[in-house]
C-alpha cells in the first residue's frame, strides 16, 4: 500500500446537497426546507435553549430561596490541619502564604479559621477570618490570630 492506490472507505463520500436547483435535482419546490414555518423562512435562527415553543427547562424548574450578591466565600481551615502542619514543620508563624505553599490553599481564596480539632503550639496564625472559638484556642495555646489590616480596616467600616 502506498499514497497513490488509499481510497476513503466504501460509502464515505456523498456528494453535497444543489438546493434551489429546480424540480429535476430531486429538491425542488422548497428546497428541501418543507412547507411555511419559521425554518422554511430565510434568516431564520434558532434561539439557544429553543424547544418549539414549549415552555423552557429554564422555565419550569422552580427556584426558590435567596442568593445573596455580596456573598463572601471563605476557604474554611480547621485548628487540627494547623496542628498538623505545625508538626511536620516546626513552624511558627503560619500565613497565608505559607499556607499557598503547602498546598491547603489557593491563590485567590480568603481563608477562614475554624475550631475543630486541638492546637497546642503556640503559633501566630495570618487569616482573614476566624471564629471565636478558634481564636479563643489560638490564644489559649499562647498563639496570636492576626487578620491582616486592608481586611481589618473593612471590617472596622461595615
Sequence with gaps: MNLSNLRPAKGSVRERKRVGRGQGSGMGGTSTRGHKGA???SG???KTHFE???MPLQ??????GFKNINRVEYKPLNLDSIQALVDETQATVVDIAFLLQHGLVS???LVKILSRGELTASVEVHA???SNSAKE?????GGKAIVP???AKEEATN
Design 59 to 64: 422555565r419550569r424548574v422552580p427556584k426558590f
Design 128 to 130: 482573614h477570618a476566624f
Design 137 to 141: 484556642a489560638i490564644e489559649k495555646a
Design 107 to 109: 491563590k485567590k481564596d
Design 39 to 41: 425554518q422554511s423562512r
Design 149 to 151: 489590616a486592608k481586611q
Design 44 to 46: 431564520y435562527s434558532r
Design 52 to 54: 418549539g415553543g414549549q
